[in-house]
């Protein structure tokens, strides 16, 4: 069944209005009927099974059969924060980060981002991404339309991901810092007696009890780095701001399929 979106104020009632590109969409292209049933969600939790009652110029006027409580979203506020990567990538970025449960997108232009965007190109940018996560979000059941930030510089991301309850960074060095830190938590706990040599954590298990730490209702972000990587002067600065590193495992991943794979373990977390 198709489904829509709409502002809560088109909402009165059993009574629903879709405006906007939707119209033309329903009419023109779906060439949808009188009487035919769509799905409409206001984008706060609430859906409609609806049925279509009048086509006006600039309306659609639908009627209201059955309202639900949909409980698609996750329990924690995700935001991706994505360097941008060359070619059309962040299309496919944007379509399957909402598809996983993201919150938001927020674009960044870091140091050794390729892509260079004009105030205008990225304006452009932002809105087609936005159409895509619309359009996602409509695919896989979303209560809500994630998203699409302005395009930011990384220290802009930094003060926007600073008000975040954590921050992640998958970093392909991120094993030599955690196994670093563990080696020294484990020194120091062997030290005060706490602990054997054996019972040291791998960096790997420090990831996952850094992600098992994540509790219901708090907002996490997740820094990814573009093609080539972040340099060490920014992921210094991260971690300066609170961003703490986690190791994605042995492989090095693509800089669209990095941001995805961290997503997919934190939805399998949180909807636990």
């Known amino acids: 069944m198709y489904h829509f979106f709409v502002e809560p104020s088109q909402v009165n009632g059993d009574q629903i209005e879709i405006l906007g590109g939707d119209v033309n969409h329903i009419r023109n292209v779906l060439r949808m009927r009188e009487g035919e049933a769509l799905l409409v969600s206001d984008g706060y939790g609430n859906e409609y099974r609806c049925r279509i009652q009048d ?22 506020r995700i935001t991706l ?3 941008l990567p060359k070619g059309d990538k ?16 927020v674009p960044v232009a870091s140091k050794r981002c390729v892509v260079k ?59 030599e810092l955690l196994k670093a830190e563990c080696e020294d938590q484990g020194s120091s706990e062997l030290q005060s007696g706490h602990i ?13 009890e850094i992600i098992r730490q994540i509790k219901k209702g ?13 340099e060490k002067s920014e992921v210094e600065a991260a971690m300066k701001a609170g961003a703490v590193p986690v190791t994605l495992g042995k492989r090095i991943l693509r800089t669209e399929t990095a941001g995805l794979c961290i997503l997919s373990v934190l939805m399998f977390w949180l909807e636990e």
Do not use: H
């Open 55 to 76: 086509f006006a110029e600039c309306l659609i006027q639908v009627r209201v059969e059955e309202k639900r409580r949909v409980e698609s979203e996750l329990s924690s």
């Open 81 to 83: 924060f994505q360097c």
């Open 90 to 105: 962040m299309e496919l970025v944007v379509q399957k980060a909402v598809e996983l449960g993201v919150s938001a997108v």
């Open 117 to 175: 965007l004009d105030a205008r190109k990225e304006e452009n940018k932002r809105r087609r991404w936005q159409a895509i996560a619309e359009s996602a979000a409509k695919q896989s059941g979303r209560a809500v339309i994630p998203q699409v930030e302005p395009v930011t510089d990384f220290s802009g991301a930094l003060l926007q991901a600073g008000k975040l309850d954590l921050c992640l960074i998958p970093y392909e060095c991120a094993e």
């Open 196 to 208: 054997t040599g054996q019972s040291k954590k791998s960096p790997m298990e420090k990831t996952r």
């Open 218 to 230: 708090q907002s996490v972000g997740i820094l990814i780095g573009p093609e080539g990587g972040f």
